[in-house]
């Protein structure tokens, strides 16, 4: 983590820790009372930063008392999507699944975060026409080139594809649709972990989803 960055010397976090693990234990995590539950769908390819970022973003509106409940793509295929493939078909079918699912707990004001490639346009224009029947839906790209995403792949997934031992790997064998008009964009070449982090959460505090400070 960069020095100026949400963790500081030593690895500690320059945002206070969550309630559930520092200081702020006790402080009741809720959905918000006034039903204005949010989707925070990240979608970008894999090794761009999805869940990197998600990890930094989910204590931060901890902090701040929001209820967060994250959808990350790789568990999502593990307990609900088990079974489907990555043909065009089974990736719109696994996507449908994640919308309604954030969009059950939108509806009951929780905060939430998805974070899968999500390739398809198309899929994802679905699950946000679920999520806003019952709240906002913030879509962030999370921009990386296929060659950076490659250099940072330490499971060599990128190589195989790149040799045709795994069909249909996004980016590569598979296309990935980049949003049109996406609620952010970030470029993960060009912004540390930590302040694309600040970004998102900045623009949450824009769009009036998160509070601004944490009470005293």
Known sequence: MTKNGLLGAGGTSRFPQTPSTGPLRGRELQAAADGSGFTLWFTGLSGAGKTTIAELVRPELERRGRLVEWLDGDEVREHLSKGLGFSKEDRDTNIDRIGWVASRLTRHGAAVIVSAISPYREARQQAREMVEQHGTFVEVFVDASVEECARRDVKGLYEKAFRGEIKEFTGVSDPYEAPESPELVINTEEHEPEESARLIVAKL????????????
Do not use: S
Request: proline share 0%.
């Open 205 to 216: 505090e824009e769009l009036g989803l998160v509070k601004d400070e944490v009470a005293a």
